[in-house]
């Protein structure tokens, strides 16, 4: 398990959250605890995303209980870096569950696939509506979140960037979107002298479009801007469907991020 990549990670899934916090909701911070609260009924946007190298346990019990005693389901990301097992006991304890495992992981921007990937249109805000019904199909969030992170993704040009494939609608109106990717990227002041990072955030295809190489296509061109725009590592956080995509274009695992939740 590599620290630095860690941290790295960590910042770039916080500059997501925060993209999506300046659409709705609160984007809070306490000493160490990053976190974001919208109300709405989804893990995802009522969720726990630093609770910093050494998290006190006065700390996260007082978060848990107030996460616990909202009325929307809220989440919670226990990061291997950061006592772990101490975080489990505690939302054991307060009525959190494990929900699901991530796999995160780096690839070194001089890996990127050299085969075609840059068959997908690069979304704007006009395309919003779209996003969001595809977001809703792919990962089954209500439809209040899925326009929500829409808006934040395709109105944030300078810091995210969303590629999707677009194919004709059933009715004739406008283009679907049946697979999407975001890209996410920091500058190097952003990050105190380091170099720009980049990471890939909600990849997802409609179900009734898989197998047709939609996502690994799009993946290879949000790679391909991300080293346009300077990028030399990038970062995912991956469900267990998308693991064998990364690992297939060159992405080396740094340990395994844990998603917790609540449904209270």
Request: aromatic share 8%.
């Amino acid at each position: 398990m590599d620290a630095d990549q860690l941290v790295q990670a960590r910042r770039l899934v916080a500059a997501c959250v925060r993209a999506q916090a300046s659409y709705g909701g609160l984007w809070q911070r306490h000493n160490n605890l990053c976190w974001w609260q919208t109300g709405l009924p989804a893990m995802a946007a009522n969720l726990v995303v630093d609770c910093g190298p050494k998290p006190r346990h006065a700390q996260l019990s007082a978060l848990a209980e107030l996460l616990v005693r909202s009325r929307a389901p809220a989440g919670w990301l226990i990061w291997p870096d950061q006592q772990p097992e101490r975080q489990r006991q505690l939302l054991l304890r307060q009525g959190f569950s494990p929900r699901e495992r991530l796999w995160l992981a780096s690839l070194n921007i001089q890996h990127v696939e050299p085969e075609p990937g840059s068959s997908g249109s690069i979304l704007t805000s006009a395309e919003s509506e779209a996003l969001a019904s595809l977001y809703q199909a792919c990962h089954g969030i209500p439809s209040g979140f899925a326009r929500l992170t829409a808006q934040a993704f395709l109105n944030s040009p300078h810091q995210l960037r969303t590629f999707a494939q677009l194919e004709p609608s059933t009715n004739g109106q406008q283009p679907q979107a049946v697979a999407s990717i975001t890209a996410c990227w920091m500058r190097p002041r952003e990050l105190q002298g380091q170099g720009a990072l980049g990471g890939l955030v909600w990849l997802g295809t409609h179900p009734a479009w898989r197998r047709r190489g939609y996502a690994r296509q799009l993946t290879i061109q949000a790679c391909r801007w991300l080293a346009a725009v300077g990028v030399q590592c990038i970062h995912v956080q991956a469900s267990a469907m998308a693991v064998p995509l990364y690992r297939s274009l060159g992405f080396v695992e740094n340990g395994w991020l844990d998603l917790w939740g609540s449904d209270r």
